[in-house]
C-alpha cells in the first residue's frame, strides 16, 4: 500500500485562534498521478477516511485528512 502526501491547501475564513482555517486539499491519484481537490468538511472530525473516485482515471482512492487544532490540513491518498 503506497500513500501519496499532500500537493496544496487552499486558505479560507481565519480559525478562532487566530490562524488560517483550510476549505480544500488536493491529493495525487495512486492510479493516474493527476492532482485531485477535495473540500474539508470540519462537521466530519478531526480525522476522516473516505473513498472518492479520481474524476480522471475513475480509479477510487481512499482518501485519509488529519486537520490539526491549528486548522492545518494533511491529505494521503491510497489505491482501494
Same mark, same amino acid.
Given at each position: 500500500?503506497?500513500? @501519496?502526501?499532500?500537493?496544496?491547501?487552499?486558505? =479560507? $475564513?481565519?480559525?478562532? @485562534?487566530? #490562524?488560517?482555517? /483550510?476549505?480544500? =486539499?488536493?491529493?495525487? &491519484?495512486?492510479? &493516474?498521478?493527476? #492532482? %485531485?481537490?477535495?473540500? %474539508?468538511?470540519?462537521?466530519?472530525?478531526?480525522? /476522516?477516511?473516505?473513498?472518492?473516485? &479520481?474524476?480522471? &482515471?475513475?480509479?477510487?482512492?481512499? %482518501?485519509?485528512?488529519?486537520?490539526? =487544532? /491549528?486548522?492545518?490540513? #494533511? =491529505? @494521503? $491518498?491510497?489505491?482501494?
Amino acid at each position: 500500500m503506497q500513500l @501519496t502526501s499532500i500537493l496544496a491547501f487552499s486558505e =479560507a $475564513s481565519a480559525a478562532p @485562534t487566530g #490562524s488560517t482555517m /483550510q476549505d480544500e =486539499a488536493s491529493y495525487l &491519484c495512486g492510479s &493516474c498521478g493527476e #492532482s %485531485i481537490c477535495v473540500p %474539508i468538511d470540519l462537521s466530519a472530525g478531526s480525522r /476522516q477516511i473516505y473513498v472518492e473516485d &479520481c474524476p480522471v &482515471c475513475c480509479r477510487a482512492n481512499v %482518501i485519509h485528512l488529519e486537520i490539526d =487544532a /491549528q486548522g492545518g490540513v #494533511s =491529505a @494521503t $491518498s491510497e489505491l482501494e
